[in-house]
């Protein structure tokens, strides 16, 4: 994904990831706390962990190509040079 000077990026949003043992489920769920509408989920942690940074840069490019703006991450991490 190209992150332009004004677009987030993936790595700064919080996400939670659980166990969901609900009748159906039996996986981990992971969700982006800034923006509850972008969950993944997978057999293990680190599988729901990489799912939902791939969904989350996914709807920052919808976002961007539609013009909406994107939740702003909760804490953002400035880059040294």
């Known amino acids: 994904m190209m992150k332009t000077p004004m ?3 993936p790595r700064d949003y919080e996400v939670r990831i659980w166990y969901s043992a609900e009748k159906g489920d039996k996986c981990f ?3 982006v706390v800034e ?3 972008v ?3 997978g057999d293990t942690r680190e599988e729901a962990a990489r799912e939902i940074q791939l969904a989350l840069e996914g709807a920052l490019e ?3 190509e539609q013009g909406i703006k994107a939740p702003a991450p909760a804490v953002t991490h400035a880059l040294s040079s």
């Open 7 to 9: 677009q987030p990026d």
């Open 29 to 31: 769920v992971a969700q």
């Open 35 to 37: 923006w509850p509408g």
């Open 39 to 41: 969950m993944a989920h």
């Open 62 to 64: 919808v976002a961007a």
